[in-house]
């Protein structure tokens, strides 16, 4: 009996990658969402699982689900051969199910079992789905170690590894990676089931009330930078990366100026992010942010804020401004998609925007819900039955934070909106890759003209090409080494299809 159930046709591409994966040992598959990632594991697994268990590793109990139930419905399998298995099943019962053939469960569950010996790393294949992740002390890099360390090949799964060269080296060198499949849109395999793409850039200016309030702050925030570069520390206040590693820097600094330098450090950081939420978000958000950290311990940081006459008239000004221009626009462009009857995804960076545009919509007579992740307390039950509801119709725009970037099979869109740009290139590609699976789509990408928004949009696109670059200068190189033993997978008798059709009705299902 095949493998795959016989509804299943593998395109042509599919079958190639997974060729290479099984030729040229750990492999690293960096595909545009939709285009059937999930399937070309499948098809890896087919042989693979002839020599040994199997294991399907994904970031997040829902995703790990997903997988699960698509294999079961996608392939001749006895399902009392896999196991699905996370933290909410007993250690007992997981040092049974761990010897299934084919194991589907997270990274950190699989980590903690090895350790505690509940499981072993023994296994002839190991799928690592959003590859990206495999940085730094992520529980892949310890299964991945493990695994190769028992003999099982390895393979990375990815829509975008990221832009920085050091951290497309270091998932690498994290899975041991020998061979790498890269396909973009362009590509001549894979152009017949990419469906078009029109991305818009709609740029939105600050408006009188919002720039007089973001003076105020840059006045601010440019004395208490001075006060900081005084100690010897000058402020990226453009990067909060940058921030972030500052205060690493600062705490090494002697008793004598640490203390004091952290206190301006806290300032500085807090009125970078106020400006950051003026700019980019709106009122509702930068005020909440404000209450949040009014009920804050009283320090000399939180007070050289809140007893600054320049502090005072920005909230004078915000009592009387309206909400910010970008969300007038976005139900401008709400009001033309929804009147065509399409289904819009809207992303915002911050849980209390997404509340705030929510509301907004609601209130302007939009169908419209939050989806949000476990910080607000929605349990991942209740976010499936938001995606089920959503995939129904019983409401026409869903507001998203970054939990629906990632991996979760939320159906197809025809308009995805970015209420901000970002500045992490693997994000914005996930982002965009939620509209236009089955058919063409619409990104919208809503920017607040000569402000943070323009600098992060800059520095997506840059790291998008230079993503690009990378990889595709790493392929090269692994093209040039001598390669595996292992023979290339042959076509199925089954003709592989050039063109999308009946046979693979739904890609985002693989």
């Known amino acids: 009996m095949a493998f795959l159930r016989e509804s299943i046709v593998p395109r042509a591409y599919q079958l190639a990658i997974a060729s290479s994966a099984l030729h040229g040992g750990n492999t690293l598959v960096v595909l545009p969402t939709g285009l059937g990632k999930t399937l070309i594991a ?22 790990v689900q997903q997988h699960y139930k698509t294999f079961l419905a996608s392939c001749n399998f006895e399902p009392s051969e896999a196991a699905l298995i996370t933290g909410e099943v007993s250690p007992k019962k997981r040092k049974e199910m761990w010897e299934k053939r084919a194991c589907f469960s997270t990274p950190q569950t699989l980590k903690n079992d090895i350790k505690a010996g509940r499981a072993s790393a023994q296994c002839s294949l190991c799928v690592i789905d959003e590859a990206h992740r495999a940085v730094g002390n992520y529980a892949y890099t310890y299964v991945a170690a493990e695994c190769m360390k028992a003999g099982g090949l390895i393979l990375g799964l990815t829509a975008s590894p990221g832009g920085s060269k050091k951290r497309i080296e270091e998932i690498v060198a994290a899975l041991g990676i020998e061979n790498i499949e890269i396909r973009t849109p362009e590509d001549a395999d894979v152009r017949p089931y990419v469906q078009r793409l029109d991305i818009e850039y709609v740029r939105v200016p600050l408006g009188e009330s919002f720039s007089k309030v973001r003076e105020l702050l840059q006045g601010m925030l440019k004395e208490h930078t001075e006060h900081l570069a005084n100690f010897g520390f000058v402020a990226p ?6 921030l972030v590693e500052l205060r690493e820097k600062i705490m090494k600094a002697s008793d004598r100026v640490k203390y004091a330098a952290l206190s301006f450090y806290t300032t500085v950081f807090n009125l970078t992010h106020m400006l950051e939420l003026i700019e980019t978000q709106g009122l509702s958000t930068f005020l909440a942010y404000v209450e949040k950290m009014k009920a804050r311990p009283d320090t000399k940081a939180r007070r050289r804020i809140f007893n600054d006459k320049r502090f005072i008239e920005a909230l004078r000004l915000c009592a009387s401004a309206s909400e910010h221009p970008k969300l007038a626009e976005l139900l401008r462009i709400l009001r033309q998609k929804i009147s065509k009857g399409e289904k819009v995804l809207v992303f915002a960076q911050y849980r209390d925007q997404v509340k705030t545009i929510v509301e907004t919509l609601k209130r302007e007579g939009f169908s419209a819900e939050r989806f949000v992740g476990k910080k607000e307390g929605v349990t991942a039950e209740e976010q499936k039955k938001t995606i089920e509801r959503f995939s129904r119709g019983e409401f026409d ?12 099979d939320i159906p197809s869109v025809d308009t995805v909106i970015f209420f901000e740009p970002i500045p992490s290139e693997i994000r914005s590609i996930q982002r965009r890759g939620r509209a236009g699976r089955l058919r063409a789509g619409r990104v919208v990408v809503l920017i607040a003209a000569d402000t943070k928004d323009e600098a992060h949009f800059y520095s997506s696109r840059k790291k998008e090409e230079r993503m690009r670059h990378v990889v595709g200068k790493l392929k090269r190189k692994f093209a040039s080494q001598p390669k595996g033993s292992q023979p290339q997978m042959a076509l199925p008798e089954k003709k592989a299809r050039q063109k999308g059709g009946a046979v693979q009705k739904k890609i985002t299902d693989f």
């Open 42 to 63: 499948f098809l890896v697994m087919q042989e693979k699982i002839k020599e040994g268990k199997v294991f399907f590793l994904a970031p997040t109990k829902p995703l």
């Open 237 to 242: 206040t453009r990067s909060k990366k940058g």
């Open 397 to 408: 725009i869903m507001v998203a934070t970054s939990i629906g970037e990632e991996g979760l």
